[in-house]
Nanobody, 126 residues
Framework: QVQLVESGGGLVQPGGSLRLSCATS????????IGWFRQAPGKEREGVSC????????YYADSVKGRFTISRDNAKNTVYLQMNSLKPEDTAVYYC???????????????????WGQGTQVTVSS
């Protein structure tokens, strides 16, 4: 059974940092692209970052480039999103998603056929 469980969200002041984790199970992580998405109140869900299978590369939305870093630890079946220099506009529910198709690369900062986690809230406020 495929599962993705996000953690690490919370309340942080502007300029602060958080590291989100996406713990996966039920599939071989190294074979799949994993994306991080976010959805703010009243807005559509948007792709934030994506990491392709094996050594296929990483991708970022322009709004987070230079501030966020995506990485994967296949031995721990976990994908991380390190978020630095956080801004109030980063406030959203953050989701991780696995592409349901093995060996497919990221589609920009998104995945083509996402299988979603349940999300974790990130609030950036003073």
């Amino acid at each position: 059974q495929v599962q993705l469980v996000e953690s690490g969200g919370g309340l942080v002041q502007p300029g602060g940092s958080l590291r989100l984790s996406c713990a996966t199970s039920g599939f071989t992580l190294d074979y799949y692209a994993i994306g991080w998405f976010r959805q703010a109140p009243g807005k559509e869900r948007e792709g934030v970052s994506c990491i392709s299978p094996s050594e296929g590369g990483t991708y970022y939305a322009d709004s987070v480039k230079g501030r966020f870093t995506i990485s994967r630890d296949n031995a721990k079946n976990t994908v991380y999103l390190q978020m630095n220099s956080l801004k109030p506009e980063d406030t959203a529910v953050y989701y991780c998603a696995a592409d349901q198709r093995p060996y497919f690369y990221c589609s920009g900062s998104s995945v083509g056929q996402p299988y979603w986690g349940q999300g974790t809230q990130v609030t950036v406020s003073s």
